[in-house]
């Protein structure tokens, strides 16, 4: 619309990104650093199939997050609580 070939014309802009892979569609998320998905193949937007400039990785899986963070919350909530008193 501005004259960028290229851009995600989604508001706001790269709301979910794809890559195309031989074995069907991968979920990516912008990264800091490229992951190895990014070496392989481009990143599209979802909605308007811009290809993403920038760096990507794969998108963390959410069941495999949510698992740790019910482990690890109960012990340590209570472990930086402590240290944080001891620390101050
Ligand atoms: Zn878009």
């Given at each position: 619309m501005t004259g960028e070939p290229d851009g995600c014309t989604c508001d706001p802009q790269w709301p979910s990104l794809v890559v195309p892979t031989e074995a069907g569609s991968v979920t990516v998320e912008p990264a800091a650093t490229p992951g190895p998905i990014a070496s392989l193949f481009w990143a599209y937007c979802a909605d308007c199939g811009a290809i993403y400039p920038d760096?990507?990785?794969?998108?963390?899986?959410?069941?495999?997050?949510?698992?740790?963070?019910?482990?690890?919350?109960?012990?340590?909530?209570?472990?930086?609580?402590?240290?944080?008193?001891?620390?101050?």
């Amino acid at each position: 619309m501005t004259g960028e070939p290229d851009g995600c014309t989604c508001d706001p802009q790269w709301p979910s990104l794809v890559v195309p892979t031989e074995a069907g569609s991968v979920t990516v998320e912008p990264a800091a650093t490229p992951g190895p998905i990014a070496s392989l193949f481009w990143a599209y937007c979802a909605d308007c199939g811009a290809i993403y400039p920038d760096a990507f990785r794969r998108a963390p899986r959410a069941d495999r997050r949510d698992a740790r963070a019910s482990s690890l919350s109960p012990a340590n909530a209570t472990a930086s609580q402590g240290s944080d008193i001891s620390g101050a």
